[in-house]
């Protein structure tokens, strides 16, 4: 049987990375079936283009995963397969937490013929070969604990995903008429993949507004250090036959969850050589140690994302977040910058405590920051999070099923100290300040002395997040774009070239000394 994996168009960042989900459950699948993987995201496909596509491969079965952002793009699609007399199973965070809606038991229309709850490593296998024998089941659970809680998946062992031979052009971050010029700068930048990988699952936090604790549980699991550095040694060896740029994401929910732990991965992976370029997301409160950003910079850490969410300590509290602390900020940012490492920052407005002007504010603080790339977003009440259940009590929420009109940047509840509208001006005002022409001048110049493959790297990462994230922009708002940016990018350019020239020349005139004479 040949099964169809497909990860739907989230609608913001089309072509960002591709997700685990999918090379996960393609090793897990038996070896008998054939498996194609599309991400919406990174190769886009009408619902008409993907139905002739499932007929054209004979696709017996699709699996759709889906967030809560992109769940009702993925209702459509799955509508559309079905229709065509092709079976749907569902599956993720949003599936898990409202399987009656994917079945059509709420009242609404069923758009699933099947839903996997809760992590599929273990329930996969099952729902393949029932699919292939024709008695697919409803629902597939995992099994249940003494406690009458979801039995989580070991990573030991870990599940192979062959790196070397999967097809990685389709999540290529360099776009195809860029890259003959991007190749010519030399060390395979006309090729540069991002690739996800994890080393552990679960978060003890429990953090009002999050969704990872319901869906992995707080019961961390490791992989082993082996299995990590073994996986890193495989993606060293695929970039160096690409001839290409190969960087990992690290998509663990906090991946300095139990410090000691990452420090014995992170020395283990120096010592291996399995370094490459690498992005995790690690909280606030746990980037102190001067030890562990030490080893992060020497592992080849490069970014990492936290989740500030507020410059107000009281917003903090409101949403159980009170170990991340924004007094600390400013120390944690200079202590990575220290490192050439910098952080992708994330603020949430429309919290209890936001009032008109919030922007200005946060903008302010972090433009005295060590300079980095804030992500900007609103509060939003995912189903079956403490958040959601709060504001649904309190009558608050607007949208109660915001995810089937999904709206970027509109609030699906009402703020208590600011209308929707106004949250959504702020939201605006932020990315627009944070991403100026002027604003990604002031960041270099905070960050002249650094080298400068490091300064090349920040704007691009600069001009790369305001291209995909707000509003995700075409060809010619790219073009306004870099034109607009044009003096940072025609100096830097002028110095990197300089640069290359000069490393150039010394390779040569070393290679002409180590010529013996005759």
Same mark, same amino acid.
């Given at each position: 049987?040949?099964?169809?994996?497909?990860?739907?168009?989230?609608?913001?960042?089309?072509?960002?990375?591709?997700?685990?989900?999918?090379?996960?459950?393609?090793?897990?699948?038996?070896?008998?079936?054939?498996?194609?993987? &599309?991400?919406?995201?990174?190769?886009?496909?009408?619902?008409?283009?993907?139905?002739?596509?499932?007929?054209?491969?004979?696709?017996?079965? @699709?699996?759709?995963?889906?967030?809560?952002?992109?769940?009702?793009?993925?209702?459509?699609?799955?509508?559309?397969?079905?229709?065509?007399?092709?079976?749907?199973?569902?599956?993720?965070?949003?599936?898990?937490?409202?399987?009656?809606?994917?079945?059509?038991?709420?009242?609404?229309?069923?758009?699933?013929?099947?839903?996997?709850?809760?992590?599929?490593?273990?329930?996969?296998?099952?729902?393949?070969?029932?699919?292939?024998?024709?008695?697919?089941?409803?629902? #597939?659970?995992?099994?249940?604990?003494?406690?009458?809680?979801? %039995?989580?998946?070991?990573?030991?062992?870990?599940?192979? &995903?062959?790196?070397?031979?999967?097809?990685?052009?389709?999540?290529?971050?360099?776009?195809?008429?860029?890259?003959? @010029?991007? +190749?010519?700068?030399?060390?395979?930048?006309? %090729?540069?993949?991002?690739?996800?990988?994890?080393?552990?699952?679960?978060?003890? #936090?429990?953090?009002?507004?999050?969704?990872?604790?319901?869906?992995?549980?707080?019961?961390?699991?490791?992989?082993?250090?082996?299995?990590?550095?073994?996986?890193?040694?495989?993606?060293?060896?695929?970039?160096?036959?690409?001839?290409?740029?190969?960087?990992? *994401?690290?998509?663990?929910?906090?991946?300095? !969850?139990? %410090?000691?732990?990452?420090?014995?991965?992170?020395?283990?992976?120096?010592?291996?050589?399995?370094?490459?370029?690498?992005?995790?997301? !690690?909280?606030?409160?746990?980037?102190?140690?001067?030890?562990?950003?030490?080893?992060?910079?020497?592992?080849?850490?490069?970014? &990492? *994302?936290?989740?500030?969410?507020?410059?107000?300590?009281?917003?903090?509290?409101?949403?159980? %977040?009170?170990?991340?602390?924004? +007094?600390?900020?400013?120390? @944690?940012?200079?202590?990575?910058?220290?490192?050439?490492?910098?952080?992708?920052?994330?603020?949430?407005?429309?919290?209890?405590?936001?009032?008109?002007?919030?922007?200005?504010?946060?903008?302010?603080?972090?433009?005295?920051?060590?300079?980095?790339?804030?992500?900007?977003?609103?509060?939003?009440?995912?189903? +079956?999070?403490?958040?959601?259940?709060?504001?649904?009590?309190?009558?608050?929420?607007?949208?109660?099923?915001?995810?089937?009109?999904?709206?970027?940047?509109?609030?699906?509840?009402?703020?208590?100290?600011?209308?929707?509208?106004?949250?959504?001006?702020?939201?605006?005002?932020?990315?627009?300040?944070?991403?100026?022409?002027?604003?990604?001048?002031?960041?270099?110049?905070?960050?002249?002395?650094?080298?400068?493959?490091?300064?090349?790297?920040? =704007?691009?990462?600069? =001009?790369?997040?305001?291209?995909?994230?707000?509003?995700?922009?075409?060809?010619?708002?790219?073009?306004?774009?870099?034109?607009?940016?044009?003096?940072?990018?025609?100096?830097?350019?002028?110095?990197?070239?300089?640069?290359?020239?000069?490393?150039?020349?010394?390779?040569?005139?070393?290679?002409?000394?180590?010529?013996?004479?005759?």
């Amino acid at each position: 049987m040949k099964i169809l994996l497909y990860n739907p168009d989230n609608g913001i960042t089309r072509n960002f990375m591709p997700h685990l989900w999918m090379f996960l459950l393609q090793s897990l699948t038996p070896k008998e079936h054939e498996v194609i993987l &599309i991400d919406g995201n990174a190769k886009a496909m009408t619902r008409e283009e993907l139905v002739r596509f499932c007929k054209d491969e004979n696709i017996g079965l @699709v699996g759709i995963g889906a967030m809560t952002r992109m769940v009702a793009r993925a209702y459509r699609v799955a509508d559309a397969l079905r229709e065509a007399g092709i079976p749907v199973v569902m599956g993720g965070p949003h599936v898990t937490e409202c399987p009656d809606e994917a079945l059509g038991k709420d009242g609404g229309p069923r758009h699933a013929d099947a839903v996997a709850l809760g992590e599929a490593d273990e329930t996969w296998h099952l729902i393949v070969n029932d699919a292939a024998n024709g008695t697919l089941k409803e629902t #597939y659970t995992p099994e249940i604990d003494a406690k009458g809680n979801d %039995k989580k998946p070991s990573l030991q062992p870990y599940p192979h &995903i062959p790196w070397e031979t999967l097809d990685l052009d389709q999540f290529s971050l360099v776009p195809k008429f860029l890259q003959p @010029v991007m +190749s010519k700068l030399g060390q395979g930048w006309g %090729k540069f993949f991002v690739v996800p990988i994890e080393t552990g699952r679960g978060c003890p #936090y429990g953090c009002e507004f999050c969704t990872v604790t319901g869906f992995f549980g707080d019961s961390i699991r490791f992989r082993t250090n082996e299995s990590v550095v073994e996986e890193l040694l495989r993606l060293k060896a695929r970039a160096k036959q690409e001839k290409g740029q190969i960087a990992v *994401f690290f998509i663990d929910d906090n991946l300095a !969850i139990n %410090k000691k732990r990452l420090k014995s991965l992170l020395r283990d992976m120096i010592a291996a050589g399995a370094t490459l370029p690498w992005v995790a997301q !690690i909280s606030a409160n746990l980037l102190g140690d001067d030890e562990l950003v030490d080893l992060i910079a020497e592992a080849g850490g490069k970014w &990492i *994302f936290i989740g500030m969410e507020s410059i107000d300590p009281a917003n903090m509290a409101d949403v159980n %977040k009170q170990f991340s602390k924004p +007094s600390d900020y400013k120390a @944690v940012l200079d202590g990575l910058a220290r490192r050439n490492i910098f952080a992708i920052t994330s603020f949430i407005f429309g919290m209890d405590n936001d009032t008109v002007g919030v922007a200005k504010r946060t903008v302010g603080e972090i433009d005295s920051w060590a300079p980095g790339l804030p992500v900007f977003g609103q509060l939003t009440p995912f189903p +079956s999070t403490p958040l959601y259940t709060r504001l649904q009590e309190a009558g608050r929420l607007h949208r109660p099923k915001h995810w089937l009109e999904f709206a970027p940047f509109v609030m699906a509840h009402n703020p208590l100290k600011m209308t929707i509208e106004d949250a959504k001006v702020e939201t605006f005002d932020a990315w627009s300040h944070s991403y100026s022409p002027e604003r990604n001048a002031e960041a270099l110049e905070m960050i002249k002395h650094a080298p400068i493959e490091t300064r090349i790297g920040h =704007l691009v990462a600069r =001009l790369f997040f305001r291209g995909i994230y707000f509003p995700q922009m075409g060809k010619m708002a790219w073009i306004k774009l870099l034109f607009s940016n044009r003096k940072p990018i025609l100096s830097l350019s002028k110095e990197g070239f300089k640069t290359w020239r000069n490393a150039r020349k010394r390779r040569k005139k070393v290679a002409a000394e180590a010529v013996p004479t005759v």
